[in-house]
Each structure stands twice: as structure tokens, then as C-alpha cells.
């Protein structure tokens, strides 16, 4: 799963990914200071691991991740080829999902490409080049299934009635997220790499005199998001900033500097759950001496379509799943108990995970 990092410049991008990830990119006050897209991976904070460390001894404990992209600054006119031209469409069409800063932070240092503080407004002006560039690959799209439509291709002529429908939705100025599609229609928007399709995390960078994003400019973006595109879109107040400041302290100082801030957790934990929550993900661990490792797959996967993602001989050869909860682990105390107590489960093919579940894949190659 990969996420891209998009907004106007100078917006915060870049100290987001920075806070996420760690890695140095250049954070700066000009906008375009990002100039090509950076590829980074956050670890997903999960105090399950520890929690089953405390009943399984091991030797390491292995996060899931989350895979981020820093794109080049979206400005009015990008799609036409304004600012970084529309170099970053080919970034935002290999991303899963978007997560768009939006500036909510006041700070007359601090340039932004509109005069105001508005962050709904900001929003709408980089959405309406997302909308743009979508319209562009349809209307092209369109041209060349005629073509084949013509010469009586029958596949030809569903992709101009789908292209159809979804370019009605963007002359209308909305988003095809929020929109109903058949899974046909779903695909076929897929495969033409429609942006506006993708799920979007809102990220209020808010200001460091509120951290909890209780302030008017992001109740204006809270209210927005809510009455616009529920279903399909989240929003997090983080401070960019200070999160990348933080993550640049020593392990232990990062604790101490969130408690003084008032904050219970860091920002990667908020929108790591926010993420999951949006795209319907959810955990599964695999547990041993060697690692204690989370593992992410979709709500609704099954055995082994789970086994798959640590590697495909497992799903390919897989026999059944021996499976407990982490309560279970809790509870009992080691997995000798939780067999003995007849709460070790064992599942077939047509299991679907559980959130938390703990597994052993048996299979066969
Ligand atoms: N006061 C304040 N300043 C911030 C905050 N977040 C970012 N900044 C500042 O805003 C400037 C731009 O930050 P970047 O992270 O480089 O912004 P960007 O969106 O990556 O910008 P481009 O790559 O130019 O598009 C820097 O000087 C940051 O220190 C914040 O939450 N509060
Ligand atoms: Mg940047």
C-alpha cells in the first residue's frame, strides 16, 4: 500500500513525510522546494507487538508499514503544465491513496500561495486539478474507444459509456469517489488511473498553538469533509512541524516531548489509523522466536489470501491456519495453554481473518 503526499507548496508536505518516515528530505520556506517525488516507509505503531511479546519470548519485533511518497506541489494550472507541470500526475496515479495537507496553520513567516487562511478553499483548488487531469485522460480515452467502438468492438463501446458517465461527474465538479459504480465501472475507472477515484486522508497541518485542531480553520475543513465526501475521505489534525522535529529526538526523549505537548501518541500513530480505517485494513500477527511481526491485509481477506502476503508458496500450498486471538494470548498465557484450554482454532481456506488474530500457516509446496 503506498500513500502520496499531495497539496499546494509550501503547504508542509514535506515535514509531514519527514515526521513519518524519518528520512532527511529538504523542508523549506519557498514553495517548490520539493522538485521530484521521494519514496519513503513508515513503521505502523502498534502496541499489540509488545503486548504479545510479554507472553512470547522472541528476538524481534517486525511493525507493518506504510509505504509514502512526497510529490512535487500542486498549484492552479498544474494539469495545464503551471508550477512543477504535470510531472505529478504520474506519482499520483501509482499511490493507493491520497493524503492531502492542507494548510490550517497561521504563520505570517510562513508564504502561502493565497493571501488567506482558508483551508476549504485550498482544498478545492488543488481537487479541481486532480478533477482536470482526470478529464484530460477520459476525453483521450473516449477519442480511442470510438475508434474500436466503430469497427463494432463491444468493449470499445462499454469503455465509452463508462468514460461517459464518469466525465458527466467531473463536469459537475465532484470527485468520481463519491459515486456509486458497478464493479465493471470500478474497474474500468481503475485501469484508465483516475485520480479523483482514490480515497483521501485531509491532513489539517495545524499550528503549534493547536495541536488538537480545535481551532475555526479546521472545523471549516472538518465540516467540509464531513458534508462533502463521507465515506470515502478522513481527516487528521497533525503539526508537521513539530513532528518532524520530535522525530528527530532519541527514542526516549520523543515520549517525554509528546506528554509535555499534551499529546498521547505521535502523529504516524493518528494517521496510521486513520489510514486503516479509511482503506479498511486491518492487522494480523504472526508470532515466534525469530519475530513478532504485523502483517496488513484487507477486512474481509481470507487464510490465504493472508498467508500470500508474507509469501505466495504459503498461499499457494496452504493447508490450514492454527489461530488464537491476542485476548486469548492474554488470558491464557502461552500458546501451550491456549491449546490445552481448546481455544487454539483451527481454519480453512475459507476463513476470514479476524482483526488481531495470531497465526501458523501449515502448507504444503
Ligand atoms: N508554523 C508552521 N510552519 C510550518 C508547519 N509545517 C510546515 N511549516 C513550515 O512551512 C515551510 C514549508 O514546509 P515544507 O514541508 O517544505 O512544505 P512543502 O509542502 O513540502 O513545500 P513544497 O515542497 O515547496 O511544495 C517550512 O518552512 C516549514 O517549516 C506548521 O505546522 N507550522
Ligand atoms: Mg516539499
Given at each position: 500500500m503506498e500513500i502520496g503526499i499531495v497539496g499546494l507548496p509550501n503547504v508542509g508536505k514535506s515535514a509531514l513525510f519527514k515526521a513519518m518516515t524519518g528520512m532527511h528530505v529538504e523542508v523549506a520556506n519557498y514553495p517548490f522546494t520539493t522538485t521530484k517525488a521521494v519514496h519513503g516507509t513508515a513503521p505502523v505503531p502498534d502496541p499489540r507487538l509488545a503486548l504479545i511479546g510479554r507472553y512470547i519470548r522472541t528476538r524481534k519485533f517486525v511493525p507493518a508499514t506504510i509505504d509514502l511518497v512526497d510529490i512535487p506541489a500542486i498549484v492552479a494550472g498544474s494539469a495545464q503544465g503551471e508550477g512543477m507541470g504535470n510531472a505529478f500526475l504520474e506519482n499520483v496515479r501509482q499511490v493507493d491513496a491520497l493524503a492531502h495537507v492542507v494548510r490550517c496553520f497561521d504563520d505570517p513567516d510562513i508564504s502561502h500561495v493565497f493571501d488567506d487562511l482558508n483551508p476549504v478553499r485550498d482544498v478545492q483548488?488543488?481537487?479541481?486539478?486532480?478533477?482536470?487531469a482526470d478529464l484530460q485522460v477520459l476525453e483521450g480515452a473516449i477519442d480511442k474507444a470510438q475508434r474500436r467502438a466503430k469497427t463494432g468492438d463491444a468493449s470499445g463501446r462499454k469503455r465509452v459509456e463508462i468514460a461517459s458517465r464518469a466525465v458527466a461527474v467531473l463536469a459537475d465538479e465532484k470527485p468520481l469517489r463519491g459515486q456509486e459504480w458497478s464493479k465493471e465501472e470500478l474497474l474500468e475507472l481503475r485501469s484508465l488511473g483516475m485520480i479523483t477515484l482514490r480515497p483521501v486522508l485531509y491532513v489539517a497541518n495545524v499550528g503549534e498553538d493547536d495541536l488538537k485542531g480545535a481551532g475555526e480553520s479546521v472545523a471549516a475543513l472538518r465540516r467540509w469533509v464531513g458534508s462533502n465526501e463521507a465515506g470515502q475521505t478522513r481527516m487528521v489534525p497533525i503539526c508537521a512541524k513539530l513532528e518532524a522535529e520530535i522525530a528527530e529526538l532519541a527514542p526516549a526523549e520523543r515520549q517525554e516531548m509528546l506528554g509535555g505537548l499534551g499529546l498521547t501518541e505521535p502523529a504516524l500513530a493518528v494517521l496510521a489509523r486513520a489510514l486503516y480505517d479509511l482503506l479498511g485494513l486491518q492487522s494480523f500477527y504472526t508470532a515466534g522466536?525469530?519475530?513478532?511481526?504485523?502483517?496488513?491485509?484487507?477486512?474481509?481477506?481470507?487464510?490465504?489470501?493472508a498467508a500470500g502476503k508474507i509469501h505466495s508458496d504459503i498461499q499457494r500450498g496452504f493447508i490450514r491456519a492454527e489461530t488464537y486471538g491476542i485476548d486469548d494470548l492474554v488470558k491464557h498465557e502461552s500458546e501451550h495453554a491456549i491449546r490445552a484450554a481448546g481455544r487454539m482454532r483451527s481454519e480453512g481456506k475459507s476463513y476470514v481473518l479476524q482483526d488481531g488474530d495470531v497465526c501458523h500457516f501449515l502448507f504444503n509446496v
Amino acid at each position: 500500500m503506498e500513500i502520496g503526499i499531495v497539496g499546494l507548496p509550501n503547504v508542509g508536505k514535506s515535514a509531514l513525510f519527514k515526521a513519518m518516515t524519518g528520512m532527511h528530505v529538504e523542508v523549506a520556506n519557498y514553495p517548490f522546494t520539493t522538485t521530484k517525488a521521494v519514496h519513503g516507509t513508515a513503521p505502523v505503531p502498534d502496541p499489540r507487538l509488545a503486548l504479545i511479546g510479554r507472553y512470547i519470548r522472541t528476538r524481534k519485533f517486525v511493525p507493518a508499514t506504510i509505504d509514502l511518497v512526497d510529490i512535487p506541489a500542486i498549484v492552479a494550472g498544474s494539469a495545464q503544465g503551471e508550477g512543477m507541470g504535470n510531472a505529478f500526475l504520474e506519482n499520483v496515479r501509482q499511490v493507493d491513496a491520497l493524503a492531502h495537507v492542507v494548510r490550517c496553520f497561521d504563520d505570517p513567516d510562513i508564504s502561502h500561495v493565497f493571501d488567506d487562511l482558508n483551508p476549504v478553499r485550498d482544498v478545492q483548488a488543488v481537487e479541481t486539478e486532480l478533477l482536470l487531469a482526470d478529464l484530460q485522460v477520459l476525453e483521450g480515452a473516449i477519442d480511442k474507444a470510438q475508434r474500436r467502438a466503430k469497427t463494432g468492438d463491444a468493449s470499445g463501446r462499454k469503455r465509452v459509456e463508462i468514460a461517459s458517465r464518469a466525465v458527466a461527474v467531473l463536469a459537475d465538479e465532484k470527485p468520481l469517489r463519491g459515486q456509486e459504480w458497478s464493479k465493471e465501472e470500478l474497474l474500468e475507472l481503475r485501469s484508465l488511473g483516475m485520480i479523483t477515484l482514490r480515497p483521501v486522508l485531509y491532513v489539517a497541518n495545524v499550528g503549534e498553538d493547536d495541536l488538537k485542531g480545535a481551532g475555526e480553520s479546521v472545523a471549516a475543513l472538518r465540516r467540509w469533509v464531513g458534508s462533502n465526501e463521507a465515506g470515502q475521505t478522513r481527516m487528521v489534525p497533525i503539526c508537521a512541524k513539530l513532528e518532524a522535529e520530535i522525530a528527530e529526538l532519541a527514542p526516549a526523549e520523543r515520549q517525554e516531548m509528546l506528554g509535555g505537548l499534551g499529546l498521547t501518541e505521535p502523529a504516524l500513530a493518528v494517521l496510521a489509523r486513520a489510514l486503516y480505517d479509511l482503506l479498511g485494513l486491518q492487522s494480523f500477527y504472526t508470532a515466534g522466536e525469530p519475530e513478532i511481526r504485523a502483517w496488513t491485509i484487507r477486512k474481509g481477506e481470507t487464510a490465504p489470501e493472508a498467508a500470500g502476503k508474507i509469501h505466495s508458496d504459503i498461499q499457494r500450498g496452504f493447508i490450514r491456519a492454527e489461530t488464537y486471538g491476542i485476548d486469548d494470548l492474554v488470558k491464557h498465557e502461552s500458546e501451550h495453554a491456549i491449546r490445552a484450554a481448546g481455544r487454539m482454532r483451527s481454519e480453512g481456506k475459507s476463513y476470514v481473518l479476524q482483526d488481531g488474530d495470531v497465526c501458523h500457516f501449515l502448507f504444503n509446496v
